[in-house]
């Protein structure tokens, strides 16, 4: 399923379910097929976002951790995927504007 996030004065960001529950789940929050984080809700969703990409290991320690380049712990890093929604994020947190999806 395809999730579009939105917000004002922002492109909208859209994410398939597999990413969408990576980061609902990073931020500690369930997901629900509509909702809406308000402005003072986004601060908080940023920094455990963002906690969350920082405790991945970057590409140069995984490669050096591993015996063989092509097995790496986590091909798929949440940092490189939710970059946009991040930036969503901070745009309305920025505007002081809500994020909404599903409607």
Known sequence: MIHQ?????AAPVIMLDDLTHRIFH????PFENQGIF????IPGYID??????DA??????RLSTTDH???SPNPDPLGRRAYPFLELLRKALQDQEPVVWGV
């Open 38 to 41: 308000l402005p003072e809700q």
């Open 69 to 71: 380049p092509d097995e």
């Open 56 to 61: 991945e290991p970057n590409d140069a320690s």
């Open 48 to 53: 455990r976002l963002q906690a969350v990409i």
């Open 5 to 9: 996030f939105q917000t004002k004065n």
């Open 26 to 29: 990073a931020i500690g929050r």
